[in-house]
């Protein structure tokens, strides 16, 4: 089991909640940003969401992090089947060149994880630089995540309600698994934030 180099300075405690459905993908966030030091908690004037060429990225972790990926060109030279593996690894090399790169105690790379929209699929990048679907359709990261899962699970139980061709329902459902997360995590905090990254709009 590694452990987590400590870092210093600000730190982001958060929740993003992704749901795929058959038109697109619904990814929220909120806005905490915390200083566990300083037991000081605070919110962000902007979106942890953002657009990255034909990515819907939703960070959690150091803001550094996610600001060394957007000053860097998305590029267009990858296989569409291969793009977020290919997002994952400019990932990487921005925190290389950017001198953002944590390391484990073992002297591998370490990152932020992010969930990540792409034609219409949802994808986790964790902390490894692994890229991962889940087969439940939902996903999400950060010190919110147990309680957006256990709330996204409940809802996902109807299987009638599932929100394989509505989009209005899933991002519905992603609010709920983020004032759900924010109830029950000291770290997560509105306002929230939701996305919609359409399957034709990426097609």
């Avoid at 060149?97 to 105690?105: F, L, N, S």
Wanted: with cysteine.
């Amino acid at each position: 089991m590694h452990r987590q180099v400590t870092s210093r300075g600000l730190h982001v405690v958060t929740v993003i909640v992704g749901i795929e459905t058959d038109d697109g993908v619904v990814l929220g966030a909120d806005r905490s940003c915390t200083w566990p030091d300083l037991n000081q908690i605070a919110t962000y004037s902007y979106p942890k969401l953002f657009e990255y060429g034909p990515f819907l990225i939703g960070g959690c972790g150091s803001p550094r992090s996610m600001d060394l990926l957007r000053g860097c060109s998305a590029g267009d030279d990858w296989k569409p089947e291969r793009a977020v593996h290919y997002l994952a690894n400019a990932y990487r090399k921005a925190l290389i060149d950017g001198g953002g790169i944590a390391k484990w105690d073992d002297g591998t790379d370490k990152g932020d994880s992010m969930l990540v929209a792409y034609a219409g699929q949802l994808y986790r990048i964790d902390d490894q630089f692994d890229v991962l679907q889940l087969a439940d359709r939902y996903d999400a990261i950060g010190c919110g995540a147990p309680f957006a899962l256990g709330a996204l699970r409940i809802m996902s139980q109807d299987v009638h309600r599932w929100p394989d061709q509505n989009l209005d329902t899933a991002t519905h459902w992603v609010m709920a698994a983020l004032h759900a997360a924010a109830h029950h995590s000291f770290g997560v905090r509105g306002p929230f934030d939701v996305h919609v990254q359409a399957t034709d709009a990426v097609r």
